[in-house]
């Protein structure tokens, strides 16, 4: 009843939140497998996060004067090679401490203009009166794929090789673009 673009925008929404949640349990992971720095493994968390509190608004701000998709496509894009770009440092064994965090803070940037984008669409995909349920299930997906499946899933594929959860990232991000 909410149509094709709500359902595409849902699969994207998941698919790209499967990325971020993966990313929450592996890059830790990595920094911690590149130094014993207790300091250094907790600001790759930090690093991922602190986006939102200085880039928020101004997300907001851009989502509001831009082409939403476009906007989200092209973040998705950059967001897809940049981990593509780090799995391919962890796997040819030239990831430093500094590349770590800096591919960190950059998705985790690209991650915030990406979300907040995603969820102004969502008004111009269903009617008014369906609002609360689209919303529901976007914000079920963002809970149950990025808080419980994602980071535990990341610290498996970490586990079954350093270089796997990024690459999962980079294709969950290229085909939340593509949805």
């Known amino acids: 009843r909410m149509g094709g673009g709500f359902r595409l925008l849902m699969a994207s929404s998941w698919v790209s939140n499967l990325?971020?949640?993966?990313?929450?349990?592996?890059?830790?992971?990595?920094?911690?497998?590149?130094?014993?720095?207790?300091l250094l493994v907790a600001l790759a968390p930090l690093l991922q996060q602190l986006p939102w509190l200085l880039f928020g608004l101004y997300a907001g701000a851009l989502a509001d004067r831009l082409d939403r998709r476009v906007l989200?496509?092209?973040?998705?894009?950059?967001?897809?090679?940049?981990?593509?770009?780090?799995?391919?440092?962890?796997?040819?064994?030239?990831?430093?401490?500094?590349?770590?965090?800096?591919?960190?803070?950059?998705?985790?940037?690209?991650?915030?203009?990406?979300?907040?984008?995603?969820?102004?669409?969502?008004?111009?995909?269903?009617?008014?009166?369906?609002?609360?349920?689209?919303?529901?299930?976007?914000?079920?997906?963002?809970?149950t794929v990025n808080q419980l499946i994602g980071p535990p899933l990341g610290a498996v594929l970490f586990a079954a090789g350093m270089a796997f959860p990024f690459f999962t990232q980079a294709a969950c991000v290229a085909l939340a673009a593509l949805l």
């Open 72 to 143: 989200i496509v092209t973040v998705d894009l950059l967001r897809a090679v940049l981990i593509a770009g780090l799995a391919i440092f962890v796997a040819t064994d030239q990831a430093t401490i500094v590349i770590v965090l800096v591919a960190v803070f950059c998705f985790g940037l690209a991650e915030v203009f990406a979300d907040t984008t995603s969820s102004t669409l969502l008004p111009m995909l269903v009617k008014k009166e369906d609002l609360g349920i689209g919303n529901a299930r976007i914000l079920a997906g963002h809970i």
């Open 19 to 38: 990325a971020d949640g993966i990313s929450l349990a592996a890059g830790p992971l990595l920094v911690a497998s590149l130094t014993r720095d207790p």
